[in-house]
């Protein structure tokens, strides 16, 4: 009885797995929405936030029984980028977990970033589901849409079975070499668990969503003593910075426990230092939408955790009073970033797209060296210090200009000084462009 009356928050929910193995597709079936197919070359590029109801989970799982108290308000399920270039996006996010799924393709098998995420689970000590994701991609699959996986499997012909148990089989094997022992979950006994459980899914024709559903449920329920009580300690995490239209400079921020109020003092790290500021608005999508897509925000006068929250705020208070806390997250992020005497300039529309880009072109098949860098459109200014290098390196007089808009006056002064500017929402699109115009140099 007591447990009714327990204060609980949602459980934050990680979905982790090597590209292209269908996480956003995943989350996109259970939301019934479409954010897969609006993503830049169908690659997630920031990690976005959807909080699930408990109404909604119940109603999906309703085939499998799951009928038991369950007292957590919902589930925020974070996605995240799989390409390797984001790693420091995922690493960043998956300080607040407090469950991951594991995405992996049963044609593929495991991957060279699943067992990179392993590691970080490990690191993370995270209780994890393994996702056999594309079931459907079996020779002769038969679509049962949205049912049960074991009522989906008895629907098939002898020959997909048997290619099921198979690749079924050698992925238990897969991860037995890194030490995890796997199980098909309905065929898990133990309550005490030692064995990891799988659910194979579609999500394109969602067979299996029911049963993930049903897992994360029994999952809360068995945590709900110890680590879903809700604590007034604030833990939150910043996603990314960005300039979001008609709120200005806005934070993407997981709440995982206590209270943001609006006219709260905040601390950030800005370019030039710690900035002091206060929640002007406190944001979030409508339930069941996630935090990426442009749609009209909820305003709150104050949210409790775990949610995902937009938070727009002036541009500082204060700037006399130093943070050292702030300051030292800073430098550790500024060291990262090696400037180098010859370079290209690099513009972002946040700090995390911003490190992914720099990743990138750090990498030694690429290895283009990065002279400075900004965030937000790229201005006259920015343009500006690019042209520098005309001067010293001619091809490295270029701006790579990363799902940001270009100002005019900035165009404008960049074909008067021929300095050039790669505009894409793909990091991979810049690299050929600028490739080309390399070579197009040099002939
Ligand atoms: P990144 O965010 O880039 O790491 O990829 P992701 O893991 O989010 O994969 P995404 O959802 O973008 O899906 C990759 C491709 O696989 C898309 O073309 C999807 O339509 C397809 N896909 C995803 N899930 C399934 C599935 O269950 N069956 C089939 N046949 N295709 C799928
Ligand atoms: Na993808
Ligand atoms: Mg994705």
Redesign the pocket.
């Known amino acids: 009885k007591a447990e009714k009356y327990m204060d609980l928050r949602s459980p934050i929910c990680y979905i982790l797995?090597?590209?292209?193995?269908?996480?956003?597709?995943?989350?996109?079936?259970i939301r019934c929405t479409n954010v897969?197919?609006g993503?830049a070359?169908?690659?997630?590029q920031q990690i976005g936030a959807t909080f699930f109801p408990i109404e909604n989970i119940r109603e999906r799982t309703k085939e499998l029984k799951a009928g038991a108290a369950l007292h957590v308000p919902g589930f925020l399920v974070i996605?995240?980028?799989?390409?390797q270039s984001f790693s420091n996006l995922r690493t960043r996010g998956s300080s607040l977990c407090d469950i991951a799924i594991l995405?992996v393709?049963i044609m593929r098998g495991i991957q060279a970033q699943t067992i990179e995420y392993l590691n970080i689970l490990e690191r993370h000590k995270a209780d994890f589901i393994i996702v056999l994701?594309?079931?459907?991609?079996l020779f002769g699959w038969k679509r049962c849409p949205n049912a049960p996986i074991k009522k989906a499997l008895k629907q098939q012909a002898e020959g997909v079975k048997m290619e099921f148990d198979a690749r079924l089989t050698d992925i238990v094997m897969q991860f037995k070499m890194q030490g995890i022992n796997t199980i098909l979950y309905y065929r898990n006994k133990e309550i005490d668990c030692t064995y990891k459980n799988i659910v194979p899914?579609?999500?394109?024709?969602g067979e299996g969503i029911p049963d993930l559903l049903l897992l994360l449920v029994q999952w809360a329920q068995k945590k709900m003593k110890e680590r879903l009580i809700f604590s007034n300690n604030i833990e939150c995490t910043v996603l990314e910075v960005k300039v979001t239209e008609g709120h200005g400079t806005t934070i993407d921020v997981v709440l995982a426990n206590g209270f943001l109020r609006e006219g709260d003092q905040i601390v950030t790290c800005g370019m030039q230092g710690p900035i002091v500021t206060h929640i002007r608005a406190l944001l979030t999508p409508h339930p069941m939408k996630e935090l990426r897509i442009k749609c009209p925000y909820q305003h709150h006068k104050e949210i409790k955790a775990s949610q995902g929250i937009k938070i727009s705020a002036p541009p500082g208070d204060d700037q006399e009073k130093s943070v050292n806390k702030a300051m030292a997250e800073m430098a550790v992020l500024m060291n990262r970033i090696d400037k180098n005497n010859d370079g290209v300039y690099v513009q972002a529309s946040s700090l995390g797209s911003l490190e992914a880009l720099i990743e990138f072109l750090k990498n030694p098949a690429v290895n283009i060296p990065v002279y400075d860098f900004n965030i937000g459109p790229v201005h006259r200014k920015d343009v500006m210090k690019a042209s520098v290098m005309l001067e010293k390196k001619k091809e490295y007089a270029a701006i790579f200009a990363f799902d940001v808009k270009v100002m005019p006056d900035a165009h404008e002064i960049a074909n008067e000084s021929s300095v050039k500017i790669f505009v894409a929402d793909v990091i991979y699109h810049i690299f050929d462009q600028f490739t080309t115009y390399i070579e197009g140099l040099r002939e």
């Not at 070359?41 to 997630?44: E, F, M, N, P």
């Not at 994701?133 to 991609?137: A, G, I, M, S, T």
């Open positions: 797995g090597h590209v292209d193995t269908g996480k956003t597709k995943l989350l996109d079936c897969q197919r993503e070359g169908g690659i997630t996605d995240t980028p799989g390409h995405v393709d994701n594309k079931v459907d991609r899914t579609c999500a394109i024709s």
